[in-house]
């Protein structure tokens, strides 16, 4: 199941309310060209499955975009949410729609704004994550990813002691993003993971788990379920969605379990990861040109470690003197900023909402 409902604020302006990051063409193909992060996590997805064994779950008003950027996604495969009530309503709609289909559906939850390199290393983490769930049926397996850094932008899952599968530990803990001298403890320990927010268990396990740590959302759920496919399930999901609790995932369902001994584990990725939810890390899957990261047409003159972005082929954007700063330009809007304030480009567009409505949004 791929995950795909986000709208992407940080990557604002270009990405939109109603174009958000997963659906625009920013991955550089070699030789030119680009594809989405959508369909990216699709084509690496088929890398473990067939095409007709992978699901998506979207916001309803990306439905025909979705559709469009996967050709090969079977029509009864898209799930789509008629608003935003946060991952654990998403994992457990879609969990719900799988289960009733296949009661002992095995699934894996990914998201669609990664990229991964090599794809081979993550299809054999994924392949290993099914057999810890052979080994344990009852257990939750989140996918951790090996550290490279101390970075402060990831929450972190600790390992405890070894399983029987070779590549996967018991979860010890949870750990919220931390400060760099914590984030470098962790990364000098050697006993913590990136956590990736990709997991693996029985559709039905996490059903169970969010009957027992969320019940209104499990009795909402089943109620969509237990209407008949079609319209009526429509209806049912408009009426019963919007009035569930708005959490994540983690806090609904992993947290608590891994309470429990050895019903958390975490299986080791290590691969080349990059979360693309900012512009810095947007940039590092652009061309460098003259030490700046780039997108468009531009010309840069002493001015270095900047991100410059155009989706307008015609419009030049040219630099003189700057550095460290993100250059964005739209047909519709222009955005500068220092590399260092990028993570406030959500607290920006918030402010422009409350000055000109949904306009720019």
């Known amino acids: 199941m791929i995950m795909a409902g986000g709208s992407g604020t940080r990557l604002w302006p270009l990405s939109r309310a109603e174009r958000p990051k997963q659906l ?10 680009a594809h989405s992060l959508l369909a990216e996590a699709f084509t690496r997805l088929e890398a ?23 050709p090969r996604l079977r029509a009864d495969r898209l799930v789509l949410e008629p608003v935003a009530r946060d991952t654990a309503n998403a994992v457990g709609l879609t969990a719900a729609l799988v289960a009733d289909a296949d009661p002992d559906a095995e699934l894996a939850v990914v998201s669609a704004d990664h990229v991964i390199r090599p794809v081979e290393r993550f299809a054999d983490a994924l392949r290993t994550a099914y057999d810890a769930l052979a080994a344990r049926p009852r257990s939750l397996v989140t996918l951790g990813i090996r550290p490279t850094s101390p970075a402060t932008g990831f929450g972190y899952v600790r390992r405890g002691g070894p399983t029987e599968v070779p590549g996967v530990a018991e979860a010890a803990a949870f750990v919220e ?9 962790y990364l000098a320990s050697g006993e913590y993971l990136w956590n990736s927010g990709m997991f693996v268990w029985r559709a039905r396990t996490v059903l169970d788990a969010l009957a027992e740590h969320l019940p209104e959302s499990a009795a909402g759920l089943a109620r969509v379920v237990a209407a008949p496919a079609g319209e009526r399930r429509t209806a049912v999901l408009a009426e019963v969605f919007p009035t569930l609790p708005k959490i994540s995932v983690d806090y609904a369902v992993l947290e608590p379990a891994a309470r429990e001994p050895g019903r958390v ?23 460098t040109a003259g030490g700046n990261a780039v997108r468009g047409l531009s010309v840069a003159l002493d001015a270095a470690g ?22 964005v330009h739209t047909a519709d809007v222009t955005m500068v900023c220092p590399v260092s304030d990028a993570e406030r480009v959500k607290q920006l567009l918030a402010e422009i909402e409350a000055r000109h409505g949904s306009r720019f949004s």
Do not use: M
């Not at 625009?24 to 060209?33: F, W």
């Not at 993003?177 to 403890?185: H, L, V």
């Open 24 to 33: 625009l063409d920013v991955v550089a193909e070699p030789g030119g060209g």
């Open 177 to 185: 993003k931390p400060d760099r001298s914590t984030a470098e403890e």
């Open 265 to 287: 584990l975490v299986a080791d990725l290590d691969v080349d990861w990059l979360d693309v939810g900012s512009w810095p890390a947007l940039a590092q899957t652009l061309e």
């Open 306 to 327: 900047n991100i410059v972005f155009s989706d307008d082929p015609e419009h030049l954007v040219a630099l003189v003197g700057l550095r460290d700063s993100v250059v």
């Open 48 to 70: 473990v499955l067939p095409a007709e064994r992978i699901w998506v779950c979207t916001a309803a008003r990306y439905g025909e975009q979705v559709r469009a950027a996967l």
